[in-house]
């Protein structure tokens, strides 16, 4: 009997060591697992996000300074462009004389110039104005949108300049005349297949360019 009880004793001390350590572990798990899981899941559900947009951003480009030179080729017009860009003629079969490019080597991008005698032909200036909305609207399958524009320069000029939104090869074209000799068309193209937000600090500048061309252009007699 006394065996018994001795047994019956250890046996309930056994057990109260077990529930014991169930109980330790249980502990245990819970601030091991669940109770950071229970915070983790507490911040995720907070009112107030932690989570803040960044602002639109654009690639990096070195851009050249903008100062200007005056155009000294013998054409029957002239103007002022940046001196980081060169003149180059205009090599296509079609091309006509005094076509020429104000190239930009360091952007990949020009500004392609048209030059046509009007001749006092207003039927012939009508027909190279068509044909200046023509060539724009091929971008239309890919432009997004087209604003146009129409300027008095300050060197007396009236002008027309389209700005094309979207993934288009020429963003910015325009054109220029005297109404009885001297018609010009310009357009600004990009030798590279980047999207325009990649391209718009380039864009930006480069159209700043344009206005400058239009503003210093004079005919020549």
Request: charge should be positive; glycine fraction near 4%; include cysteine.
């Amino acid at each position: 009997m006394y065996f018994n009880q001795m047994r019956f004793a250890v046996e309930n001390e056994k057990r109260k060591t077990e529930n014991g350590n169930r109980r330790t572990g249980l502990i245990g798990f819970l601030t091991l697992c669940v109770l950071p899981l229970y915070f983790l899941l507490s911040s995720c559900n907070s009112s107030t996000p932690d989570y803040v947009p960044k602002p639109k951003g654009y690639p990096r480009m070195d851009l050249p300074p903008q100062t200007y030179q005056t155009l000294k080729e013998d054409h029957p017009y002239t103007f002022e462009y940046s001196k980081s860009a060169v003149i180059l003629p205009d090599t296509f079969r079609m091309a006509e004389p005094h076509w020429i490019f104000v190239a930009y080597p360091s952007l990949n991008a020009s500004i392609q110039l048209t030059y046509k005698p009007v001749q006092n032909n207003p039927q012939r200036l009508s027909g190279f104005i068509n044909d200046a909305y023509r060539l724009a609207g091929k971008h239309q399958v890919r432009a997004t949108g087209i604003r146009e524009q129409v300027i008095k320069t300050k060197s007396g000029q009236t002008a027309v300049v389209l700005d094309l939104a979207g993934d288009v090869p020429s963003y910015t074209q325009f054109f220029t005349t005297d109404s009885s000799k001297h018609y010009l068309r310009g357009a600004l193209y990009f030798t590279v297949a980047d999207k325009q937000d990649s391209l718009k600090p380039a864009i930006d500048f480069l159209r700043k360019d344009v206005m400058h061309l239009l503003n210093t252009l004079k005919w020549k007699k």
